[in-house]
């Protein structure tokens, strides 16, 4: 009787045995999820649907006097708009790698608006709030993960405050045999514990989970930018043949110094790609005025867009960003001229 209550206990113990590895196995896969899709799919997509949306702008659009600047003025302003901060997360990823994450966050929601305000003028009037209202939830699903970025943070600067404190007050050392008598002996001799120490080490044990969980992203390389550079100029193309059809002006008649401007720095982008070629030692130095040219290019060819008062807005935000690059410029040169000067101090003496 004893075998038969055995044979018929076993099985049974291995079915809740199965069940119990079964439920690890799924907690492990939830509490580990797959990582989610890069910024560069992301923006793979956005670059196939902008474009897809203004040929669709055009079929609309063809044939008639108006166009969608004068009969949805609000919305392509703030298509436009959210392209453009779009392309400056990139330069805010360059800026403040350490802030990649929340960067990536915004262009994600920035380029969003610019899709679903294109798509409100694509539908009828009626889809035009429905779109909006997803949207909005997804800002919404989008600012709560910020929050707990921001969360995150906190409790990590606490942490690393809490742990140099605890660390600043620790006591001698415990002798060897002490702690083998802890060891053997926890439960009676709980008292005599070290807390702070054993707090200080769940600390930074916590800290270093947590830095290696979420590790910091790499800066966006040069060539990303590139192609965030190519993109958005031939959407502000895009943009400027469907402002223009069925007029019998260009802009080159109503705007002819932005165009010229705006086609005189994207020669310049290009020609910094040979002076890069030529004078690898200064590439880093080419490679920020390339930015700035690139840069200007666009904002020449959003100003054109916009309205004239946006147009002032646009020039003076550039007149800083170029600001900021111009100082960074002097650095490098300072940081030259430094490093240059002990040569030839040391030449100098030796030839003395």
Same mark, same amino acid.
């Given at each position: 009787? #004893?075998?038969?209550?055995?044979?018929?206990?076993?099985?049974?113990?291995?079915?809740?045995?199965?069940?119990?590895?079964?439920?690890?196995?799924?907690?492990?896969?939830?509490?580990?999820?797959?990582?989610?899709?890069?910024?560069?799919?992301?923006?793979?997509?956005?670059?196939?649907?902008?474009?897809?949306?203004?040929?669709?702008?055009?079929?609309?659009?063809?044939?008639?006097?108006?166009?969608?600047?004068?009969?949805?003025?609000?919305?392509?302003?703030?298509?436009?708009?959210?392209?453009?901060?779009?392309?400056?997360?990139?330069?805010?990823?360059?800026?403040?790698?350490?802030?990649?994450?929340?960067?990536?966050?915004?262009?994600?929601?920035?380029?969003?608006?610019?899709?679903?305000?294109?798509?409100?003028?694509? =539908?009828?009037?009626?889809?035009?709030?429905?779109?909006?209202?997803? =949207?909005?939830?997804?800002?919404?699903?989008?600012?709560?993960?910020?929050?707990?970025?921001?969360?995150?943070?906190?409790?990590?600067?606490?942490?690393?405050?809490?742990?140099?404190?605890?660390?600043?007050?620790?006591?001698?050392?415990?002798?060897?045999?002490?702690?083998?008598?802890?060891?053997?002996?926890?439960?009676?001799?709980?008292?005599?514990?070290?807390?702070? #120490?054993?707090?200080?080490?769940?600390?930074?044990?916590?800290?270093? #989970?947590?830095?290696?969980?979420?590790?910091?992203?790499?800066?966006?390389?040069?060539?990303?930018?590139?192609?965030?550079?190519?993109?958005?100029?031939?959407?502000?193309?895009?943009?400027?043949?469907?402002?223009?059809?069925?007029?019998?002006?260009?802009?080159?008649?109503?705007?002819?110094?932005?165009?010229?401007?705006?086609?005189?720095?994207?020669?310049?982008?290009?020609?910094?790609?040979?002076?890069?070629?030529?004078?690898?030692?200064?590439?880093?130095?080419?490679?920020?005025?390339?930015?700035?040219?690139?840069?200007?290019?666009?904002?020449?060819?959003?100003?054109?867009?916009?309205?004239?008062?946006?147009?002032?807005?646009?020039?003076?935000?550039?007149?800083?960003?170029?600001?900021?690059?111009?100082?960074?410029?002097?650095?490098?040169?300072?940081?030259?001229?430094?490093?240059?000067?002990?040569?030839?101090?040391?030449?100098?003496?030796?030839?003395?």
């Amino acid at each position: 009787m #004893n075998a038969m209550a055995n044979t018929t206990r076993i099985p049974w113990r291995n079915l809740f045995a199965q069940i119990n590895v079964a439920s690890i196995s799924i907690a492990n896969y939830f509490s580990h999820p797959p990582p989610p899709p890069s910024l560069e799919s992301c923006h793979n997509v956005l670059a196939f649907i902008v474009p897809v949306l203004l040929s669709l702008l055009q079929i609309k659009y063809q044939g008639n006097k108006i166009s969608p600047f004068e009969t949805h003025p609000i919305s392509m302003v703030i298509s436009v708009a959210s392209l453009l901060l779009y392309c400056l997360g990139y330069h805010a990823k360059s800026r403040w790698p350490t802030y990649a994450l929340v960067v990536s966050r915004g262009m994600v929601v920035f380029g969003s608006l610019s899709v679903v305000s294109l798509a409100s003028i694509l =539908f009828p009037d009626s889809f035009g709030p429905v779109l909006y209202t997803l =949207f909005g939830l997804f800002s919404a699903t989008e600012l709560v993960k910020l929050f707990k970025w921001v969360h995150r943070k906190i409790m990590g600067m606490l942490l690393i405050s809490t742990s140099s404190s605890s660390f600043s007050s620790i006591p001698s050392p415990v002798p060897h045999y002490r702690i083998h008598h802890y060891e053997c002996n926890a439960m009676a001799n709980t008292a005599r514990i070290p807390w702070r #120490n054993l707090f200080a080490q769940i600390n930074v044990v916590y800290i270093s #989970n947590i830095s290696n969980y979420f590790p910091h992203p790499p800066p966006p390389s040069f060539e990303s930018c590139h192609t965030v550079l190519a993109f958005i100029v031939l959407v502000l193309l895009n943009l400027l043949q469907i402002k223009y059809q069925g007029n019998q002006i260009t802009p080159f008649d109503t705007h002819p110094i932005s165009m010229v401007i705006s086609l005189a720095s994207l020669l310049l982008y290009c020609l910094g790609y040979h002076a890069k070629l030529r004078w690898p030692t200064y590439a880093l130095v080419v490679s920020r005025g390339m930015v700035v040219f690139g840069s200007l290019s666009v904002v020449s060819l959003a100003s054109i867009l916009s309205p004239n008062s946006c147009g002032t807005v646009l020039y003076f935000l550039y007149v800083l960003f170029s600001a900021a690059e111009l100082l960074k410029l002097l650095k490098w040169v300072r940081r030259k001229i430094m490093g240059m000067l002990p040569c030839q101090l040391t030449t100098a003496a030796f030839s003395n």
